[in-house]
C-alpha cells in the first residue's frame, strides 16, 4: 500500500512537472529589434520639443533682424545729417550705432550658444527619451514582441521581420501630427 501511494504520488509530481512543462514550452517569446541611430535622425527633427526649439531660432532671428533694421535706420540717418552739415547730430548718432553693433554681436553670441545647448540638451532630455521609449513599447506590445533589443553591429543576422524602427518612427510621427512612410 505505501509502495503504491509512493508510486501515485511520484506519478502526480511528474504529471504536475510536465504540465507546467508544457504550459512553459508553449510560450513563445518574440524578440525584436529596433535601430535607435535611426530613429534619432529621422524624428529627431520632427519632434515637439525639436519644433519647439525651432520656433525659438526664428523668434530670435526675426529679434536679430529688426535689431539690423534699426541700426540702417540709423545710419541713412547719419548719412543724411552728414549732408545736412549737421557734425554733432551725426556723431551722436555714430555713437549709437557703434553702441547697438556691439550689443547686437553680443546679444547674436548669446542667443547662439543658447540655441545650442538647449538643442545639446534635448537630444539627451529625458521628455524626448521617454517619448521614444514610449512608442517602442507601443509597437513592441501591439506587434506581440516580449523583448527589444538595440541593435547594434555585434549582430550577425536578423530577419526584417524583427526589426519595428519603420513602425516606431511612425508611431512617433502620429503622435506628433506627421505622416511618416517609411524605410527613409
Same mark, same amino acid.
Given at each position: 500500500?505505501?509502495?503504491?501511494?509512493?508510486?501515485?504520488?511520484?506519478?502526480?509530481?511528474?504529471?504536475?512537472?510536465?504540465?507546467? *512543462?508544457?504550459?512553459?514550452?508553449?510560450?513563445?517569446?518574440?524578440?525584436? +529589434?529596433?535601430?535607435?541611430?535611426?530613429? %534619432? !535622425? +529621422?524624428? %529627431?527633427?520632427?519632434?515637439?520639443?525639436?519644433?519647439?526649439?525651432?520656433?525659438?531660432?526664428?523668434? %530670435?532671428?526675426?529679434?536679430?533682424?529688426?535689431?539690423?533694421? #534699426?541700426?540702417? @535706420?540709423? #545710419?541713412?540717418?547719419?548719412?543724411?545729417?552728414?549732408?545736412?552739415?549737421?557734425?554733432?547730430?551725426?556723431?551722436?548718432?555714430?555713437?549709437?550705432? *557703434?553702441?547697438?553693433?556691439?550689443?547686437? !554681436?553680443? %546679444?547674436?553670441?548669446?542667443?547662439?550658444?543658447?540655441?545650442?545647448?538647449?538643442?545639446?540638451?534635448?537630444?539627451?532630455?529625458?521628455? *524626448?527619451?521617454?517619448?521614444?521609449?514610449?512608442?517602442?513599447?507601443?509597437?513592441?506590445?501591439?506587434?506581440?514582441?516580449?523583448?527589444?533589443?538595440?541593435? @547594434?553591429?555585434?549582430?550577425?543576422f536578423w530577419t526584417p521581420e524583427i526589426d519595428i524602427t519603420d513602425k516606431v518612427i511612425a508611431e512617433l510621427?502620429?503622435?506628433?501630427?506627421?505622416?511618416?512612410?517609411?524605410?527613409?
Amino acid at each position: 500500500m505505501r509502495k503504491r501511494l509512493f508510486i501515485l504520488s511520484i506519478v502526480v509530481v511528474l504529471l504536475f512537472f510536465s504540465s507546467t *512543462f508544457i504550459v512553459f514550452a508553449t510560450q513563445i517569446t518574440r524578440v525584436g +529589434i529596433v535601430d535607435i541611430v535611426k530613429i %534619432y !535622425s +529621422i524624428y %529627431y527633427k520632427e519632434s515637439k520639443e525639436v519644433l519647439k526649439l525651432e520656433e525659438l531660432k526664428q523668434e %530670435y532671428l526675426k529679434e536679430i533682424a529688426q535689431k539690423k533694421n #534699426e541700426i540702417l @535706420t540709423l #545710419e541713412n540717418e547719419k548719412v543724411d545729417a552728414e549732408n545736412r552739415g549737421e557734425q554733432e547730430k551725426a556723431l551722436e548718432l555714430d555713437k549709437e550705432i *557703434f553702441n547697438k553693433k556691439q550689443f547686437l !554681436s553680443e %546679444y547674436t553670441r548669446i542667443k547662439t550658444q543658447q540655441l545650442k545647448e538647449l538643442a545639446k540638451n534635448l537630444a539627451n532630455s529625458n521628455e *524626448f527619451i521617454k517619448e521614444i521609449a514610449d512608442a517602442i513599447q507601443y509597437v513592441a506590445e501591439s506587434e506581440g514582441f516580449s523583448l527589444i533589443l538595440k541593435k @547594434t553591429d555585434q549582430f550577425l543576422f536578423w530577419t526584417p521581420e524583427i526589426d519595428i524602427t519603420d513602425k516606431v518612427i511612425a508611431e512617433l510621427m502620429k503622435r506628433a501630427g506627421k505622416s511618416y512612410s517609411g524605410s527613409e
